[in-house]
């Protein structure tokens, strides 16, 4: 009984959020649908959807997961400032907390390296027919249940000290240089990072 109220939970916040998106003027469902089937088509093209990639990039054999990663934050961090200071995106940004984020890390970091996927490339390997992401989607579900009947008496205190919605920008004045340095400097560390690839058949990687 308690799992299915938490499943109407569920339901009742994808109402909510496509709700949001068709109220934003600068959105609707068919752009994120959009970029949703492009984010999935870079993904299969990447293939960091698959286990060697993830499992090689815990290994430190394997590094286009960290080249992609840098280069994609680098680029998005830079386009998505200049989107807010436009007025077309929006952040939410939540509370910083240090013991949450380090024990957080450490399970999601675990998870990865056990499943060889996360958030992003789960759903894609779900299509793909992938039955064990879809065990661990629905393990997901489980344990956001039991994170949210637990959350006061037992993962609250865990999250430790709030430090507020604490910003880079809260160190640095200049806001537009701030975010040209980091994006940029996110995008050398791609280009920077050796090519790396770990394939689980040769010829899958032929220029190696």
């Known amino acids: 009984m308690i799992f299915l109220t938490y499943i109407s939970d569920v339901a009742e916040g994808l109402k ?16 994120v649908f959009l970029i949703g089937v492009m984010f999935g088509g870079i993904i299969q093209y990447t293939r ?15 590094t ?10 680098g680029l998005a961090s830079i386009a998505l400032y200049f989107f807010m200071d436009l007025g077309i995106a ?20 675990i998870g990865m390296a056990i499943l060889g996927k996360c958030p992003g490339t789960g759903p894609i390997s779900i299509a793909e ?7 661990a989607a629905i393990g997901g579900l489980i344990g956001g249940l039991v994170f949210t009947l637990l959350y006061d008496d037992f993962f609250k205190p865990l999250m430790g000290e709030s430090y507020g ?16 340095i980091f994006g940029l400097a996110l995008v050398l560390i791609a280009i920077a990072i050796p090519k790396l690839e770990l394939c689980d058949k040769e010829e899958d990687c032929p220029n190696l």
Do not use: C
């Open 165 to 180: 919605k604490t910003t880079i920008f809260d160190f640095f004045q200049d806001k537009e240089l701030t975010v040209l």
């Open 129 to 135: 027919g992938r039955i064990d992401v879809l065990v």
């Open 48 to 62: 960091v959807d698959k286990f060697e990639k993830i499992a090689g990039f815990a290994m430190l054999k394997d």
């Open 90 to 109: 929006h952040a939410h940004i939540k509370p910083l907390n240090y013991q949450g984020l380090i024990i957080g890390g450490i399970l999601f970091g």
């Open 16 to 31: 909510i959020m496509f709700e949001n998106v068709i109220n934003q003027p600068h959105g609707s469902l068919g752009l």
């Open 64 to 73: 286009i997961v960290p080249k992609m990663l840098f280069l994609t934050v």
